[in-house]
């Protein structure tokens, strides 16, 4: 059997992701609060420990499996509130860091818990940003969870190194795709996000791809089976494009 473990699948890149691994042969199970999808499992990623509890729990019917291969992907991101920082308060810091930053470690802990002694090919992939290496007015704790998930898991690279049937570990930046996150920057004010215009260009302009074609571009990814700590840009292995825009 192949696995694909994904969280935040229930729409734009994530359920396009679904849908690509399912059309390359990997049974799915996914997380999302929507859980839309017969192989969802609800879960509330603005609350960590309903994460690692049902999460662990959904985990329970695969931990004894064969597995032939197994490919995890943290996808579950929030950009809500874009603000400066002077216009955010306490509770919106914490519950956006609780989805995109603590929440998205407690996945992919417990998935290393819970695969670990298998010995098939495994890949853990954090799905990143170009966020996580420039920082964007209105944006600081999009940029810091983003940021903080890659050294997060250049650490367990390090880590995975001291195991016995190690993961493979990959931060992919899947570039600018036509989903309701660039939807929510084309609508955002420029006085919350100076940054604005320039997604509203590559929207006219017609450069947003489409998640489809990225997530088929992390199927061919995954399947190198050769990276270990590595950040990669999805654009890179699109057939017959170049690199295209910078993402975000």
Not at 4 to 24: E, F, N, T
Request: charged share 20%.
């Amino acid at each position: 059997m192949k696995l694909a473990i994904i969280s935040g699948g229930s729409r734009g890149l994530g359920a396009a992701l679904c849908k690509a691994y399912s059309d390359a042969g990997f049974e799915v199970l996914e997380f999302s609060r929507r859980a839309p999808h017969p192989f969802s499992i609800a879960c509330d990623f603005t609350q960590p420990q309903d994460v690692s509890e049902r999460v662990s729990a959904g985990f329970s019917p695969y931990r004894n499996a064969v597995l032939d291969e197994l490919v995890v992907i943290s996808n579950v991101a929030s950009l809500d509130p874009i603000a400066p920082n002077t216009r955010l308060d306490a509770a919106a810091i914490q519950r956006n860091l609780s989805t995109s930053f603590v929440s998205a470690i407690v996945f992919m802990s417990e998935a290393l818990r819970a695969f670990q002694a298998h010995a098939c090919r495994k890949t853990l992939v954090s799905v990143s940003s170009g966020a996580a290496l420039k920082g964007y007015a209105g944006w600081s704790l999009y940029c810091a969870s983003k940021a903080g998930l890659e050294n997060y898991l250049r650490a367990v690279a390090a880590e995975q190194q001291l195991e016995r049937f190690p993961f493979g570990t990959m931060n992919i930046d899947p570039g600018v795709m036509d989903t309701e996150m660039q939807a929510l920057i084309r609508d955002t004010p420029s006085d919350n996000f100076p940054a604005r215009e320039r997604f509203i260009t590559l929207h006219q302009e017609g450069l947003l791809r489409a998640p489809a074609t990225i997530a088929a571009a992390f199927v061919r990814m995954t399947s190198r089976g050769d990276a270990q700590g590595a950040r990669l840009v999805a654009a890179d292995f699109l057939p017959g494009t170049s690199a295209g825009p910078a993402g975000a």
